[in-house]
């Protein structure tokens, strides 16, 4: 499926997980708009929780997103490597999906 395809889902449907997911998704897999990827994948994780892809994708798209901008003063100026806290926060994200899916 194509971007259009899925925003016209997430129209549709807001509170649809698949569809938001579908476009994060996307949007991280072609290079596109990284903050709105995390915001579909983050409203993807919260309407349900147990889906294990949004949290990988969530956590892809925040380790990219980290990576363009520091989030923090700890990061190094020329480093290739995330900042601390987007490894965190992807990891975080890793493990509540561990967690939600052993039980």
């Known amino acids: 499926m194509d971007l259009d395809a899925f925003r016209q889902m997430v129209a549709k449907n807001p509170k649809g997980f698949l569809g938001r997911y579908g476009l994060g998704d996307k949007l991280l897999k072609e290079g596109g708009n990284l903050e709105e990827a995390v915001e579909h994948l983050r409203v993807a994780v919260e309407l349900d929780p147990v889906h294990v892809a949004s949290h990988l994708a969530l956590g892809r798209a925040l380790v990219k ?7 923090n003063r700890s ?6 490597r995330p900042p601390r806290a987007a490894r ?4 975080t994200s ?3 999906c561990a967690r939600c899916s052993s039980r």
């Open 65 to 71: 997103l980290g990576g363009k901008k520091r989030l």
């Open 75 to 80: 990061s190094r100026p020329g480093s290739t």
């Open 88 to 91: 965190a926060v992807a990891w």
């Open 94 to 96: 890793f493990r509540r």
